[in-house]
């Protein structure tokens, strides 16, 4: 069987169906817009605490086709709970990877940039004179707190929701209408805890006599940690010893450490050999003074160090020791007002008698008191 169709109803059907592919296309391009979306985005904050102040440092990539000009905006859309009450356009920075810092104001002008929060939205507005501002293809960065430091110092931050995961939501309105979000997740911290045992630590050292250089130049004498054999002392002629001390505590105001002597040099006669004046005749346990004349007879101490009190200046000046048995007040040596690891110091002790100085054997004990000062 054989169908005949004329010329004039296949001209017909060229028609309808050169309609319908028309039909067709201009469906489709009205249907299927090209569009470019924000790329990269992300936003990093200081501190994911909830209910806690923190910066953000928010980062994207406009399309290479987005162009930022004159009177566009850039909107960033923080999740309910957030908290942008404060903040201002001098806690923003907004800068772009070619563009560089831009100048913001509370509103935009000629040449500044617009910088306005709404609610739970931050509004940057580009400048009105005509411009391309932030190119296509630019990375672009927002700090918002106080790691915004282009121009003015950002002081104000955005306080955290409670815990919980949220959406930012970013619109880059240039030459086309680009969008991008990411996440961020708040999140109470770890509480770590520890206790550090208070610590004290003092120690007394021996010094040899040819490492006693400290103070005048006379005969030393080897230490002990326990004892200070000055040994036959010839009238009018200066003998002197050193110890090594050494403190340790992590006590938060540091320690102070006193020094005392039971009595007096004194025998078994109870004759004693007194404590030093100095050159001046005005030394004392709380007064020091210089000592270098040997004829200047008596018992004394000096300390070398950066803890020894001030009354030392620096083991140019000698002190007597505070006389227990005489109900002297006890006074302070060394010191320090902060945590200390082996702080080293050097007591000196220096002794000369008079010609006319009863013998025998002489002694006393001298006492140190180290107190650490604990927070």
Not at 12 to 29: D, E, N, P, V
């Amino acid at each position: 069987m054989k169908f005949n169709i004329n010329t004039s109803t296949r001209l017909k059907c060229r028609k309808r169906f050169i309609l319908l592919l028309a039909f067709l296309l201009a469906f489709s391009a009205w249907t299927l817009p090209v569009r470019a979306d924000l790329t990269n985005v992300k936003d990093t904050l200081s501190d994911s605490r909830p209910s806690t102040a923190a910066n953000h440092t928010i980062i994207f990539v406009l399309s290479a086709a987005n162009d930022v000009k004159e009177n566009d905006t850039i909107t960033i859309t923080f999740g309910t709970g957030f908290t942008l009450t404060g903040v201002l356009f001098s806690d923003m920075d907004l800068s772009g990877s070619s563009s560089g810092d831009q100048t913001l104001a509370s509103s935009a002008g000629a040449s500044a940039w617009g910088a306005a929060v709404s609610g739970q939205v931050v509004t940057f507005t580009a400048p009105s004179n005509a411009a391309t501002y932030l190119g296509g293809g630019e990375t672009i960065t927002v700090e918002i707190g106080s790691n915004a430091t282009y121009g003015v110092a950002g002081v104000n931050q955005i306080d955290n929701p409670t815990a919980g995961t949220y959406d930012i939501d970013i619109t880059a309105a240039g030459d086309s209408s680009e969008t991008g979000s990411t996440k961020v997740a708040i999140i109470a911290g770890v509480t770590v805890t520890a206790t550090v045992d208070e610590s004290l630590t003092f120690t007394i050292s021996s010094m040899a006599s040819t490492t006693c250089g400290y103070g005048n130049s006379v005969t030393a004498v080897d230490t002990t940690a326990t004892a200070v054999p000055f040994g036959d002392v010839s009238s009018n002629t200066f003998k002197k010893g050193c110890q090594a001390f050494s403190v340790s505590t992590n006590a938060g105001d540091g320690y102070t450490m006193t020094s005392q002597e039971t009595d007096q040099l004194t025998n078994a006669g109870s004759d004693t050999i007194p404590d030093t004046t100095c050159d001046t005749g005005s030394c004392s346990e709380t007064t020091g003074g210089g000592w270098a004349t040997a004829t200047n007879n008596g018992f004394g101490h000096t300390c070398f160090g950066g803890d020894c009190v001030a009354a030392y200046s620096s083991g140019t000046n000698y002190r007597q020791f505070a006389s227990i048995a005489d109900s002297e007040t006890v006074q302070t040596m060394q010191s320090s007002s902060t945590p200390v690891s082996n702080a080293s110091t050097t007591i000196l002790y220096q002794l000369s008698v008079s010609g006319s100085q009863e013998s025998g054997d002489y002694s006393n004990t001298v006492v140190y008191i180290t107190t650490a000062q604990f927070d």
